[in-house]
């Protein structure tokens, strides 16, 4: 089986990207566009109105609808979708981070969907998208790569469910990246981001079967480039260096790049666990990944401790001869890293207490009621899950 | 200015890939094919018949035309614009390397152009492209990169010139990379590859102003498994991983990643005095470049030592501390290894002795009858050129 690769996502990266709006949407021939966006921040810092001047110069006509909360919401996508088609939407531009660009992208499969079900039917695996309005990006936060991925995950209130779809009919036309954009970011949200890009690196390196030096070097740069950066990023916000290089990193991270050769899937098992504690406590996609992966790290380790120990490079760790001595000291490194930007390495620290009832619910929608099992680097049943969401207490 | 990175190409990596041929013309509609490919190999070992049969249990009808030269030619490539402009062609297949691929992507330029003028106006700028039919590939050889490149590098038999077309409009809709395909290839060939997507990873190192961390990191990893995996292959040319390696770093090295956020430009005035040196003495490619790559590291390096001293890293060497004496490590270290997969770091080995006539004539065709300079690390004009050709020598 071929690894395949699929990036069409245009990119500017570097000042002033979001003045190349208009120009981008000419290109595409969009019609009418919905302006989605999430805080009213846009709007009173003017980049909202840079972007809608663009669009008045051209004449090409648009909406906005704002909103979006983190783990968006699927009640604003359902009324999103009856409005982009009342209006004849056909184009949806993203100003905004992950959450943002996700709900923009549920949207635009919601628009194209001919049978006009319901869209969370998408996300449930129900149905599969079969097609997909356009969709391009003014990004703001560098975290989850969604401007140029395949994937969009959203959330229900209705059984508190955070769920993914993925395929490559969502990934954008376009991403616009000016680092500036970003300079205004908090720095618990730039350390939320940069442990996102740094686990979509993560669980794209624990991939089953044999490993593909090329990409596995790309990943250890990728990595240290981001921790490096990360750093940079809170103790400076606006160095624009930092925030250039987080921001690119995160569209890489998650892209496929770092998967090409590795049999092109990743583990995700730390990802679909965090996906059940946001669903149910709404904690921050970032922080929620931390809390959970070194644990996982120590739970699966043995199924290939040199996997972990080669992680050391990402640090500068020399070695010691021991695969398992160098697995624990790499992961106790990650540990050590994520505590240094201020994410937790435990669910204690996260400020959630699941109790044991919460933890076997957690591990029970997990593993879909029974309907799957999880991970890919070890594959992981609802006792394993348990054990792992106990351990991270 | 923001840096752009555009490519849409579907990438498919690994065994079997080229039996995805139908599925993806299929995916793209195709409706006449022509398959564009060099020398009769491919009809012996049986690769185009297993072209063809997904082909015909499609019912995608389709003309074959070989005889593509190493440096094409535009004589053939017209031939073949008439050809599928009578056929009416609306795909091309190129089945090779990057001579066929380069050669598809001008057939494809012609038969798109409404005015029906001559194709190798494109190459010498007295047009710009505005419209391409697509073009998917097979690839045989990992070389030039050309299956993801925006780039088309032709060669007209009068003038004894070389020249390049760059747009975005010639990236190939698919490449479908099967590291088997490339076990025959001979070992020289295989170093002349080598040779090539490094000089295509350093061509973009050398650019003109500030630098870019991540991608630094990204380039040096680069070179470091194509120098690794070069040698590999050249021990065994059935080594599937080694193959692998180099398959998808030719495609990495020349699709723009590595220039993304260094001003999206490289220096390429090695490029352009192989292009010379090709026209007149129609020398292989790689070995062209390696003939005069460390001449000109010598020549322009004073204009940032440290940026040469950071390639060390490549292979490894240590810091002395003078970014100069460091500088001078990396350059030896790039020559020796260049000499090690047997390629030359002279014009002497090379095995052509230019006089000082031909040298003027080189270097005068080199700023096109003065017209331009090259390079952007450093640039150079008529007498720098003349200079590192002499000292080549």
Known sequence: MADCLCTPTRVLLGRGAEDSLGEELRKEGAGKVLIHYGSRRIVENGLMKRATDQLDALGIPYIALGGVQPNPRVALIR??????????????????GGSVIDSAKAIAYGIADRS???VWDFYTKARTPEASIPVG????????????SDSSVISNDEGQLKR?????????RFALLDPELTYTVSPYQTSCGTADMMMH???RFFHPGP????????????????????????????DYEARKNLMWASSLAHNGLVQMGNGGRGDWACHQMEHELSGMFDVAHGAGLTAIWSTWARYVCSADPARFALLGEVFGLSRTGSDTEDAESAINAFEDYFRRI??????????ITPSDEEIDLLAEKAVFF????????RILGKEDIKEIYSAAR
């Open 342 to 351: 201020g994410m937790p390495v435990n669910l204690h620290e996260l400020g």
């Open 116 to 118: 006009c079900g319901d």
């Open 137 to 148: 990006v003014i990004l703001t936060l560098a975290a989850t790569g969604s401007e140029m």
């Open 79 to 96: 009324e999103a979708i009856e409005l982009g088609r009342k209006e004849g939407v056909d184009f949806i531009v993203a100003i905004g």
């Open 164 to 172: 993914g779809c993925n395929s490559d009919l969502c990934r954008p």
């Open 211 to 238: 490993s593909f030096s090329l990409t596995d070097d790309l990943a250890i740069s990728l990595l240290r480039n981001i921790a490096e950066n990360g750093l940079k990023a809170l103790e400076d916000g606006e």
């Open 201 to 203: 690196t993560l669980e």
């Open 370 to 377: 029974g309907k799957r099992k999880i991970g890919a680097f």
